[in-house]
């Protein structure tokens, strides 16, 4: 019994929660991947991006719930996914066409496109921040929990309860589909294998009659779109508030540096590396320890490896510790 | 026209000056600039107030006039503050002072220009417990509690519910900080265990790994020592997700409709602190100052009773020097004697004048023990049905 506890203590606190955060970054970092592989630059907008699809999909899911359209047991928003989508795709394509097109005709260095992407953060949280105001906003609705800490205590008569929310299952369940789909769309469409092609040689690529506007194009578009989804996940599994995009950026880039950037398997596993390190670095074990021990015996420490005050330090030391041992990150990507 | 101006030059140069020799001032020093800057012009209309109203009385030490001096304590620059104090003592002399207003001003004002100058000081809003023990000859006092108080008030609701473990979250700023120290030290000294006590930053969407550290220390509540609308409401919500706690005690900063909105019954039988009282007397001062500024507004009150307590000290001792009247703030704030309220001081200084004994209790109920501070009025609040609701006074 002791046992099952333990297990159920480990899940609840360490291994959903996880698992989710890193599902949340894996499809962030996939987006900062893809801009990387075709554009070679850094793009720190990506977070901001999230968050102004997320804020779109937010008003279209207010307008929704006014108009009395529910999506039964799963959140609105998810109904509202659509316009935010379109909305992000159009915001991306507007910055490529009115900044980013301009320093790509002067073959300006990726060091400069990376200073630009920050201005166009900056440009992006000012905006949205206009527009949806820096406060607190609750996306989630319908059911909130698939099971209840409570219920699951009564059902199995544990003493601990395990705690799992709709939001939770649907944001790993969209970070498999959606990495799903950008496999597919990558290795198997022709737009894929052009895109791949003009990642690997530019200039061949360019002989070969690929077009570059459009190449560009459609990353921006899969941004848009991995920006948006994940962007709504983290406000629906969290809220959504302007502010935290920022703090999100670092964790996001340490997963795709980590995982190899330029790589989509690697911004994956870059991913689940830096949720699990966060999380199982700060977790106190104490709980769990006394559950699995002999006898009565109670650690006197919480069994803390690092306050949670220092979770973020976390992706910073990882991040330099790969960049130091292995700075093509764990699957073979490029240099940054 | 030139004739009008020099009249009135003459005239405002002999009000100001000579006119009033013999007139008693009181130095308001609040934050007028700075991070209260929006607070302040009601805590000086608080304490200017009650100095009109004495001064109208004409019954002050046999018909003195009561002036204020504004001076800016800006809350966060000791050193401006102090120069500010400074120059209402030497310059304006002042015979007391109604402030200032933030607790790190306060002190390097009391340490600086009062204790040197051996002038008595009342602080309307200082809460840190630091200036409990501070040294002050008897000069300083303070109508605002100390959060040293409301630590002690936490620590005597969760025994008197019997609860013996807890769990501490704090918002890592000086509020948070100060208020989880004086609780910790409440609570053990009384017999209660704090499993842990962790730090919270505001402003972050996800306080699980927190919530996941305070879980596995364990305690029967977890004390949120935070902001409703920021870090303090994530973590009740975390703990609510993964069911870590199901019961929450809430001190002044959590305490507010926009919690109970947010959550509704699934935070029922969580209690709290909120500072306030049953006295009339709040009411009385917002009725006395009508439309002329807030006097429901944070401290004003208790600018008000500062400035009175000055006062109404000064008729008791029957002198305006610090030294002689700072051993009557006290007599004349507790019982016995008669109960005064806003708008009663001509009443208080009458019964003063004839020898008789009053307890005033002014907007903020004033009861002042240990060195010198408000003993602090709290409501016992317990969330039912989902709403806050008033169940015991501290």
């Known amino acids: 019994?002791?046992?099952?506890?333990?297990?159920?203590?480990?899940?609840?606190?360490?291994?959903?929660?996880?698992?989710?955060?890193?599902?949340?970054?894996?499809?962030?970092?996939?987006?900062?991947?893809?801009?990387?592989?075709?554009?070679?630059?850094?793009?720190?907008?990506?977070?901001?991006?999230?968050?102004?699809?997320?804020?779109l999909t937010l008003f279209m899911t207010w307008y929704l719930q006014s108009v009395g359209i529910h999506a039964g047991p799963l959140p609105t928003a998810l109904l509202a996914l659509p316009v935010g989508i379109l909305g992000a795709i159009a915001m991306a394509l507007t910055t490529e066409r009115t900044v980013y097109r301009f320093y790509r005709k002067q073959r300006a260095s990726s060091i400069t496109f990376a200073i630009v992407s920050v201005g166009v953060m900056f440009v992006m949280a000012g905006l949205t921040r206009f527009m949806i105001g820096p406060g607190e906003q609750v996306m989630a609705d319908g059911q909130r929990f698939l099971i209840k800490a409570v219920e699951f205590k009564r059902m199995t008569g544990l003493d601990e309860g395990l705690a799992i929310k709709t939001t939770q299952v649907i944001t790993i369940a969209a970070a498999i589909a959606m990495a799903g789909f950008l496999f597919w769309?990558?290795?198997?469409?022709?737009?894929?294998?052009?895109?791949?092609?003009?990642?690997?040689?530019?200039?061949?690529?360019?002989?070969?009659?690929?077009?570059?506007?459009?190449i560009v194009a459609i990353a921006w578009i899969l941004a848009a779109i991995l920006a948006t989804l994940s962007g709504t996940l983290y406000g629906l599994d969290k809220s959504y508030k302007p502010f935290v995009f920022m703090q999100l950026l670092l964790p996001i880039f340490a997963s795709a540096i980590v995982g190899g950037i330029g790589q989509p398997v690697g911004a994956i596993l870059g991913g689940f590396v830096i949720a699990y390190s966060e999380v199982l670095l700060t977790y106190a074990y104490r709980k769990f320890v006394t559950y699995l021990a002999p006898g009565d015996w109670k650690p006197e420490g919480l069994l803390q490896l690092l306050s949670t005050d220092y979770k973020f330090a976390i992706s910073f030391i990882i991040l330099v510790i790969v960049l130091l041992i292995r700075p093509t990150g764990i699957i073979r990507g490029k240099l940054l | 026209m030139m004739k009008k101006f020099i009249c009135s030059v003459v005239g405002i140069v002999l009000s100001?000056?000579?006119?009033?020799?013999?007139?008693?001032?009181?130095?308001?020093?609040?934050?007028?600039?700075?991070?209260?800057?929006?607070?302040?012009?009601?805590?000086?209309?608080?304490?200017?107030?009650?100095?009109?109203?004495?001064?109208?009385?004409?019954?002050?030490?046999?018909?003195?006039?009561?002036?204020?001096?504004?001076?800016?304590?800006?809350?966060?620059?000791?050193a401006a503050a102090t120069a500010a104090a400074e120059r209402l003592v030497t310059s304006d002399g002042v015979a007391a002072i109604n402030g200032a207003n933030c607790s790190g001003v306060t002190t390097a004002v009391l340490n600086n220009v009062v204790l040197p100058n051996g002038i008595v000081m009342i602080s309307p809003s200082a809460t840190t417990p630091a200036l409990s023990t501070a040294e002050d000859n008897g000069l300083f006092f303070r109508t605002a509690p100390s959060d040293a108080r409301q630590g002690q008030v936490m620590a005597n609701i969760l025994g008197s519910r019997g609860i013996t473990s807890v769990a501490v979250t704090y918002t890592n700023n000086d509020y948070g900080k100060g208020l989880a120290d004086s609780f910790q030290s409440a609570y053990s000294g009384a017999g209660g265990e704090i499993t842990t006590s962790v730090s919270h930053e505001d402003g972050k969407a996800?306080?699980?790994?927190?919530?996941?550290?305070?879980?596995?220390?364990?305690?029967?509540?977890?004390?949120?020592?935070?902001?409703?609308?920021?870090?303090?409401?994530?973590?009740?919500?975390?703990?609510?997700?993964?069911?870590?706690?199901?019961?929450?005690m809430l001190p002044d900063g959590m305490v507010g409709e926009s919690l109970t909105d947010a959550f509704g019954t699934d935070i029922n039988g969580s209690f709290g602190t909120r500072p306030g009282t049953d006295s009339p007397g709040a009411t009385m001062l917002s009725d006395l100052a009508g439309s002329s500024f807030k006097a429901s507004g944070p401290y004003a009150g208790e600018s008000y009773d500062a400035s009175a307590l000055i006062l109404l000290a000064m008729q008791s001792a029957g002198s305006t020097n610090s030294a002689d009247f700072k051993s009557h703030v006290e007599k004349v704030a507790n019982a016995p004697g008669e109960k005064i309220y806003p708008g009663e001081l001509a009443k208080a200084l009458k019964i003063l004048a004839d020898g008789g004994e009053i307890d005033y209790v002014g907007a903020s109920a004033v009861e002042l023990i240990g060195p010198g501070e408000s003993s602090g009025s709290y409501f016992e609040v317990e969330v039912k049905k989902g709403t806050f609701e008033k169940v015991a006074n501290h």
């Open chain 1, 1 to 55: 019994m002791d046992f099952l506890n333990a297990i159920v203590l480990f899940c609840n606190f360490v291994l959903v929660p996880a698992t989710t955060y890193g599902a949340q970054l894996a499809l962030g970092a996939l987006g900062i991947t893809v801009i990387y592989r075709i554009l070679r630059f850094a793009n720190f907008a990506h977070s901001e991006l999230m968050s102004w699809g997320a804020m």
């Open chain 1, 185 to 214: 769309f990558l290795y198997r469409t022709r737009s894929g294998k052009a895109m791949r092609a003009f990642s690997d040689n530019e200039d061949l690529a360019l002989l070969s009659g690929i077009n570059p506007d459009r």
């Open chain 2, 16 to 78: 100001s000056g000579f006119a009033m020799a013999d007139d008693v001032k009181i130095g308001i020093l609040m934050g007028f600039t700075g991070p209260i800057e929006s607070l302040a012009p009601d805590i000086a209309a608080g304490g200017e107030l009650a100095i009109s109203e004495v001064s109208d009385s004409g019954m002050l030490l046999g018909g003195h006039s009561v002036v204020a001096v504004r001076g800016d304590s800006t809350c966060v620059d000791a």
């Open chain 2, 206 to 248: 996800d306080y699980s790994a927190e919530v996941a550290t305070l879980a596995s220390a364990g305690g029967e509540v977890l004390v949120v020592i935070g902001y409703l609308d920021q870090g303090g409401k994530g973590v009740i919500q975390a703990s609510l997700d993964n069911g870590a706690f199901e019961a929450f």
